[in-house]
DNA sequence: CTTGAACTGAGAACGATTGTCAAAACCCGT
DNA sequence: ACGGGTTTTGACAATCGTTCTCAGTTCAAG
């Protein structure tokens, strides 16, 4: 109850390692996994711990700043999306990610949730498939960015 | 390619293990997961190993004769559901789950993944939040069933 | 009955994630 | 700049769902 906090922030701290984890999230185009993170993190000479990573990754997902989501085998994948919110359309091969918005489907779960007498709903939807140039090229290199 | 089997099944042999599985998954409404239902099948005597209930259920998921999902901290839950494309409404206190269809849904899904040369997709969508009765207990006491 | 393939299960192994806790970094008032 | 209380960090252990291993069991065809 001693709060006397001059700015009212949230409470974060910002520190070198969640610069770096931001930093690197900003330079990824697709969605990836605390640990593909934090070897990247090596690579790029940043020394932040592995607990950290996942601490961070959390706390920005539960912020909204970055968005999460499951892969097949329930691994957590992170991706610095813009805000709002959209849906994705993913790649199996080269991970490549699109953001989709439906507003229909956003009226569709809604009225379905109404009319089951369900609230405070939440929805993850999520499609994957391959990509037109992993389809082409057949999939040999998996190759994860193009000019 | 000493292929001389007289019944073209999937190549499955049914045993009481699979059977039982199957059983408890009938008897069963909500979402569970392998370890708990390997728990529902000691407590009805049915001995089984645990593996085995791992094994069962994927490979019915892999059939397609259950729904599997995943919890939002990345468990995979199981479900006998009716057969059909569907998708669920699912209560995160008492587990209710809800099958729903969503013709407009499917339908954008596969326009979207067109519009962006995607093939062979596939999609994920489910529905958590709270039903009317958890809403109006106040969730002191999650219940499963109710008359 | 014989026999090879499918199946099972106890336990080890695995891998992602979380917990621990002392040390380090930080903020703020002095 | 200094000190103290709070937050953050990170090496490591621990957890926990899931998969692997492999010898023993069951099955069904012949
Ligand atoms: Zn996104
Ligand atoms: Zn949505
Ligand atoms: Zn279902
Ligand atoms: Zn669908």
Not at 55 to 84: F, K, N, P
């Amino acid at each position: 109850m001693t709060e006397t906090r001059t700015s009212p922030d949230s409470g974060r701290r910002p520190t070198r390692q969640r610069a770096a984890v931001a930093a690197v999230l900003a330079d990824v185009e697709e969605f990836r996994s605390a640990q593909e993170l934090h070897a990247l993190l090596r690579e790029a000479g940043e020394k932040v711990g592995l607990a950290t990573v996942y601490r961070t990754l959390q706390q920005m997902a539960a912020d909204g700043s970055i968005d999460m989501l499951r892969t097949a085998e329930g691994e957590a994948v992170y991706r610095a999306c813009s805000t709002g919110h959209h849906h994705h359309l993913v790649c199996r091969e080269c991970g490549r990610t699109v953001e989709v918005e439906g507003p229909a489907v956003e009226r569709w779960a809604t009225k379905v949730s109404e009319e089951h007498g369900f609230s405070d709903v939440q929805h993850t939807l999520e499609i994957f498939g391959t990509c037109a140039d992993c389809a082409d090229g057949g999939g040999v290199t998996p190759q994860v960015s193009r000019p």
